[in-house]
């Protein structure tokens, strides 16, 4: 028979912001009864996620400094005209490590895994198999959503971690190499030396279109290796995914989109980076947020989060902005140039855009100078977004 399963917080969608936030009330307030309602049966997916120490507060480092699992201090780009190597910390969260963190912290009782969600409300989750969880407040992380309120680019990518056969010298990440022919917008190569024999090779899109060919990407991401001469064994492990880079749109309509008066984090919640695609910083943020709230009624969670959503997506026009720029100033074959110029920049401003901390100044410098793009096409670009 169908039963009832009560809890303090219900969180839908075992991914990267539900499981942060899982882990981060768990942390803060150990006697709140948390349960994570996630579909398939691991917590977090197949996923890599790499984000720099700038864009992680001090504050909330105890959050993310256990799922790190990987580090570097230093990381290198390549353009055309243009190669450097910046001296920041940069790190990886691989997600069979966020799995285990996850597990031990929740327990068996705290998760539902295998257990779809049929329909979600501000107090409760009625799931596929009959059972009812009812909670103070739920709080809704599945993924992008619909995004049709949203205008839209896409950063795309397929990955594959290579076990290699011999040792290779790669002492960095090579987070940008736009020295590869530039095919369907702007494309990278995106590198990580795990250890001497084992590689995580990203081919990457800034595209008009969420759609991959992996037939090709595979080949490409082969190419690559063998041009770098490395000698690859076998791949331990691929993923495929499609980042929304968001050059405008109705926030209001995106959040109500995903349920009215539900409250809602990381990507549904439109909490991305929206030059990037990439959440971790801000889904840490979200996390330590809802951890130090003392309502969790659903009423007052999606209040809270609505608000603090709100606010930043009006406090990130400039991002939106440059994302309007790059998609729809610059021709398709030509968009590595704007990053090759960008990456000319200081390296504190380069960080601190990563972060999405850019200061008037910062935001001046971007924008000063001889553009990368045609100037009448960029004042179109920024005026019909």
Not at 34 to 40: A, N, P, Q, Y
Not at 121 to 142: K, Q, Y
Not at 153 to 173: C, D, I, M, S, Y
């Amino acid at each position: 028979m169908p039963s009832t399963i009560s809890c303090d917080v219900a969180i839908v969608g075992g991914g990267l912001a539900g499981g942060l936030i899982a882990l981060a009330i768990r942390k803060k307030k150990p006697h709140c009864s948390v349960r994570l309602i996630e579909g398939s049966e691991r917590i977090g997916g197949n996923h890599l996620w790499s984000f720099f120490a700038d864009d992680v507060a001090p504050e909330h480092r105890w959050l993310a400094a256990p799922l790190i699992s990987h580090g570097w201090s230093s990381y290198d780009v390549a353009f055309p005209s243009h190669q450097r190597t910046l001296p920041a910390r940069y790190y990886s969260v691989e997600s069979d490590h966020f799995d285990r963190v996850v597990r031990e912290s929740l327990g068996e009782k705290g998760l539902l895994l295998g257990r779809e969600a049929a329909d979600v409300t501000p107090n409760a989750v009625a799931l596929a198999d009959g059972d009812l969880v009812e909670a103070d407040g739920v709080i809704d992380c599945r993924g992008v959503g619909d995004t049709s309120a949203l205008q839209l680019g896409w950063q795309k990518f397929h990955g594959a971690e290579l076990a290699l056969a011999a040792l290779n010298t790669v002492q960095r990440p090579l987070i940008m190499d736009a020295t590869v022919p530039q095919i369907d917008g702007y494309r990278f190569v995106y590198c990580l030396p795990f250890s001497p024999t084992r590689m995580f090779v990203e081919d990457t899109y800034y595209s008009d279109t969420p759609e991959l060919d992996l037939h090709l990407t595979s080949g490409r991401i082969e190419a690559y290796a063998d041009a770098a001469g490395w000698q690859v064994d076998r791949v331990l492990r691929e993923e495929v995914g499609s980042l929304p880079v968001a050059m405008g749109g109705d926030h209001a309509a995106y959040w109500a989109a995903g349920g009215r008066g539900i409250a809602k984090a990381g990507m549904k919640a439109g909490l991305f980076h929206p030059m990037t695609g990439y959440s971790f910083p801000d889904a840490v943020r979200t996390a330590a947020l809802i951890a130090e709230e003392k309502d969790y009624a659903g009423a007052a969670l999606h209040q809270m989060l609505y608000g603090y959503s709100r606010a930043l997506w009006r406090k990130r026009g400039f991002y939106r902005m440059l994302a309007a720029m790059l998609f729809k100033a610059a021709e398709p074959e030509e968009r590595y140039r704007v990053l090759e110029r960008f990456y000319r920049l200081d390296a504190g401003l380069i960080q601190r855009f990563y972060a999405a901390q850019s200061t008037w100044g910062d935001r001046l410098r971007v924008l000063s100078g001889k553009p990368p793009v045609p100037v009448g096409r960029a004042l179109s670009a920024i005026w019909n977004r």
